[in-house]
């Protein structure tokens, strides 16, 4: 990451990664915000991409927070990697899009909520010498009305904690199954 981006902003990510085009961009072209996480996983990128395709039954972050105190599964659960357009991700995203082994992208429902419009693209690609990586751009628009601006100024440092959690757990899970111990 260079010196002039903060770790709220891009934790882990390039500057070439920010620049790059996103499928989320497309579902929402007037965000207001965007915030990138990355991360190198020693693991292939099917290996990443199923363990993304959990995230439709728990967050992998902090479960005590954001699943209902359960605990994210540490096992693939058959059948999650069977995705179509519209199945919900995470508790408040809908699936608006996937390619296999690739990136899967979601949206806050109907495109609102309590924290604004929001659309989220985890992309994974391979890395030379072997391994994934791992980009998750995120975009937002807050809501309007008096909350807004604090979701504006609060959001991305409540992501920036959340997704790196999110992401080091995907990593340490996808890493312990290539290593064949999981």
């Known amino acids: 990451m260079s010196s002039g981006v903060s770790a ?12 790059a085009e996103y499928p ?3 579902y929402l072209p007037d965000a207001v915000k965007s915030m990138h996480r990355a991360v190198d996983i020693d693991a292939p990128p ?9 995230l439709r039954v728990a967050p992998y972050s902090y479960d005590i927070l954001d699943n209902l105190g359960r605990r994210s599964p540490r096992e693939l659960t058959p059948g999650l990697e ?12 809908e699936l608006v899009e996937f390619e296999p082994d690739r990136q ?21 690609t391979p890395r ?9 751009k995120r975009r937002l628009k807050p809501p309007r ?3 807004g601006p604090l979701i504006k100024l609060n959001l991305p440092v409540i992501d920036f904690i959340m997704t790196r959690k999110q992401l080091r757990t995907l990593k340490k899970l996808a890493e312990r199954q290539a290593r064949g111990e999981g």
């Open 8 to 19: 709220v902003r891009g934790w882990g990510s390039t500057g070439e990664e920010r620049a």
């Open 24 to 26: 989320c961009d497309r």
């Open 46 to 54: 099917a290996t990443v991409y199923r363990w993304l395709c959990q």
């Open 82 to 93: 069977r995705l179509e357009p519209g199945q919900r991700f995470m508790i408040i995203y």
């Open 104 to 124: 899967i992208t979601v949206a806050v429902k109907h495109l609102r909520g309590a924290f604004g419009r929001q659309a989220l693209t985890y992309r994974v």
């Open 128 to 136: 030379d010498g072997g391994g994934s990586r791992l980009v998750a």
């Open 145 to 147: 009305g008096p909350h």
